[in-house]
């Protein structure tokens, strides 16, 4: 049996009893392996009958139907399985094995197949699977039995590799759509000489809040400005790490040069960053935007 | 104005930045359905994005649980937020204003303290911090 994948560095000592653990939680112990190795024989043949059926089972959901482009692909996809199940049934169950079903979990979460496609595909499967043990050890039920709780133990083991990275690979997939979200280009837009406006829309968190001290700094001086207003109308909260944020690209845009000011402030903000115990001291600050673009007319004038 | 009962408890994983954005609208969001004023729903908002924010600063992982609470005669939110991070070795002197390792403002914690109507701190050093506060509604 080949490796899928040879693991290109070697498996540190705690990996190895972190895997030996995992198989012992699924109750897995070399006799599992000895009689599942009993389908080895057979593979080939059942292997394509099994995978056979199961296309023709899926095929007839659009759900999972609309997975496959063409034929070519459905070729490609059925090899891939035909290997998959021959690994299953020469039950290495080693490390390399483990990284192979993680491996699946990655590619169904980028290919849009939801856990329940897999565990339902994987149910057809086991269930295909069992027919055939129990067919061919007619004269035995016993053993069939046996080989079949083995097989469920190794398909359970299986499908919990894929679901914990298939788990993983869609919390990254999450926060690289918050991380853009929370990018937002915030536009700096230059009102007339000396004086910028920066209308922050949406949440304010203290990612963005950094990227918006970027934003500012680099705005005043690629536009050479005087004074700058910064309006939050519509950031329905500020605490005090993003308080912080703010109040330290103020000082850093006066020692730039250019005064600032922060308008918007709601209510309720307002009140909250009060008792919170944040001091307006170290800003400038206008209610509305209108009462802003004054002051900053009149620290441009001064 | 919905009855306490008709609002579930909820949890919310706090890693990353985001996590403090979608705890603290948890919060405001319960808050509304209990029928919290505004201006007390910008305030719980704002309590738990402070302890929030500080698990992502200091501790990297934790959670953010709310649920409403009774005392017969009034309803409250109470909302525990727990870390497993390296905990906090002089709880005083991070409850004093102006106190920050983190080169902020340090109005978190004590400010927290301020804005709600209950508030307890636990931390054993090198096991984790766990900060309890209720607010109550008509109080
Ligand atoms: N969950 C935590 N785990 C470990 N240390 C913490 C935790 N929360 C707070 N601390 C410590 O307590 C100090 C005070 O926290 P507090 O939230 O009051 O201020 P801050 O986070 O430093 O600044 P601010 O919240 O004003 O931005 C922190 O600087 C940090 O050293
Ligand atoms: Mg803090």
Redesign the pocket.
């Known amino acids: 049996m080949t490796k899928v994948i040879s693991s290109s560095h070697p498996a540190s000592a705690s990996e190895a009893a972190t895997h030996a653990n995992t198989l012992s939680w699924f109750d897995i112990s070399p006799l599992d392996k000895e009689r599942i190795r009993e389908l080895a024989p057979v593979s080939d043949q059942v292997g394509d009958e099994i995978i056979n059926d199961f296309y023709t089972h899926i095929l007839n959901f659009e759900e999972a139907a609309k997975q496959f482009a063409d034929e070519a692909q459905i070729a490609r996809v059925k090899k891939g399985q035909k290997r998959y199940f021959k690994e299953l049934v020469s039950a290495e169950l080693d490390e390399a094995y483990a990284e192979d079903r993680r491996r699946i979990g990655d590619i169904h979460e980028r290919a849009g197949i939801t856990p329940t496609l897999y565990i339902g595909a994987y149910a057809f499967y086991l269930q295909r699977l069992g027919h055939v043990v129990l067919e061919s050890l007619e004269d035995d039920p016993a053993k069939a039995f046996h080989l079949v709780l083995s097989l469920m133990k190794i398909a359970h083991f299986d499908m919990a590799l894929a679901l914990e990275t298939y788990v993983g690979a869609r919390e990254k997939t999450i926060e690289t759509q918050q991380r853009q979200m929370s990018e937002l280009p915030t536009p700096v837009l230059k009102l007339r000489d000396g004086l910028l406006l920066i209308p922050v829309v949406g949440t304010l968190d203290s990612y963005r809040a950094r990227s918006l001290t970027v934003q500012l700094l680099e705005g005043i001086r690629e536009y050479r400005a005087r004074a700058v207003v910064l309006d939050i109308t519509g950031v329905e909260s500020v605490?005090?790490?993003v308080?912080?944020h703010l109040i330290q690209t103020m000082t850093a845009a006066r020692l730039m040069g250019a005064k600032s000011i922060l308008t918007g402030i709601s209510a309720d903000v307002a009140q909250a960053l009060v008792k919170?115990g944040?001091d307006g001291e170290n800003m400038n600050t206008a209610g509305d935007l209108q009462q802003g673009m004054e002051l900053a007319e009149k620290l441009l004038g001064a | 104005m919905k009855a306490a009962e008709t609002v579930t408890a909820q949890q919310q994983s706090v890693q990353h930045d985001g996590d403090v954005v979608l705890a603290r609208q948890m919060g405001r969001q319960m808050a509304m359905a209990l029928g919290f004023s505004k201006p007390d729903q910008a305030l719980i908002a704002t309590a738990i994005s402070?302890?929030a924010?500080?698990?992502v600063?200091?501790?990297s992982h934790?959670t953010v649980d709310a649920q409403p609470v009774s005392d017969g005669r009034d309803t409250g939110l109470h909302v525990v937020?727990s870390?497993r991070?390296?905990?906090?070795d002089d709880i005083e002197?991070?409850?004093t204003d102006g106190?920050?390792?983190?080169?902020?403002?340090?109005?978190?914690?004590?400010?927290?303290k301020r804005i709600v109507d209950e508030f307890d701190i636990q931390?054993t050093p090198g096991k984790?911090?766990t900060?309890t506060i209720i607010k109550w509604k008509h109080r």
Do not use: H, K, Q
Not at chain 2, 85 to 88: E, T
């Open positions: 605490d005090s790490a308080a912080n919170i944040v | 402070e302890l924010r500080n698990i600063n200091y501790a934790g937020v870390d991070g390296p905990g906090i002197a991070a409850m106190f920050s390792t983190g080169r902020s403002l340090g109005l978190g914690l004590p400010g927290t931390s984790g911090v900060v």
